[in-house]
């Protein structure tokens, strides 16, 4: 399976900023691509899948793009509630995770 | 509500054995493929095993594989994952997670996750 890696490994932003996560792979695949959010303590959350399609109740600030090797998950006017680490995951063979970005306070 | 509870967890020695269970309401459980994936202690996410929705078909990570057994009872709406030949590096908090299927097609992704049940590995 292809590795993913994500950048960065943590992220400190305010409410109300945008930020970006990306996640790369060593090589090309399909759009198999998608995020969770996870907060200490609580189930992960899937936000996205299929790179850019949101998961029903999940709030429209969240947007991901991307393709062949470069994914992204976009939160546009970050909101308190949204301050957790979040991941990629790709499926291939197997389900591959990133290893996470952590948004923290600024 | 949709929901997935595991339970089981706990301390073992290294090279003992433990046996997980996670218990589904809320969904088709017997239409549903089933994960269990862990996370170690200040590590990322790592999914572990798989089982399809009639109990016919294991897939293994690598590093598991040969250990570890998944297993489904449909009837009691279960799923369970046993455990040997323990070592610290199995220490985690294991998640029971359910695959989603969209009209009748798996996404290859997963949508329901359970709490999670910890399980440490020392002497």
């Known amino acids: 399976d292809i590795p993913v890696t994500q950048s960065p490994s943590t992220l400190s932003a305010s409410v109300g900023d945008t930020v970006t996560f990306t996640c790369r792979a060593s090589?090309?695949?399909?759009?198999?691509l998608a995020w969770f959010q996870h907060k200490p303590g609580k189930a992960p959350k899937l936000l996205i899948y299929k790179t850019s399609i949101l998961e029903t109740d999940v709030p429209s600030r969240f947007s991901g793009s991307g393709s062949g090797t470069e994914f992204t998950l976009t939160i546009s006017g970050l909101q308190p509630d949204d301050f957790a680490t979040y991941y990629c995951?790709?499926?291939?063979?197997?389900?591959?995770f990133g290893q996470g970005t952590k948004v923290e306070v600024k | 509500e949709v929901q997935l509870v595991e339970s089981g967890g706990g301390l073992v020695q290294p090279g003992g054995s433990l046996r997980l269970s996670c218990e589904a309401s809320?969904?088709?459980?017997?239409?549903?493929?089933m994960n269990w994936v862990r996370q170690a202690p200040g590590k990322g996410l790592e999914w572990i095993a798989y089982i399809n929705y009639m109990g016919s078909a294991t897939y293994y990570a690598d590093s598991v594989r040969g250990r570890f057994t998944i297993s489904r009872d449909n009837a009691k709406k279960s799923l369970y994952l046993e455990m040997t030949g323990l070592t610290n590096d199995d220490t985690a908090t294991y998640y029971c997670?359910?695959?989603?299927?969209?009209?009748?097609?798996?996404?290859?992704?997963?949508?329901?996750w359970g709490q999670g049940t910890k399980v440490t590995v020392s002497s």
């Open positions: 995951q790709h499926y291939e063979t197997y389900w591959t």
């Open positions: 090589q090309s695949f399909s759009n198999s």
């Open positions: 997670v359910k695959e989603k299927v969209q009209r009748g097609r798996r996404q290859y992704v997963f949508d329901v």
């Open positions: 809320g969904i088709l459980f017997s239409g549903s493929e």
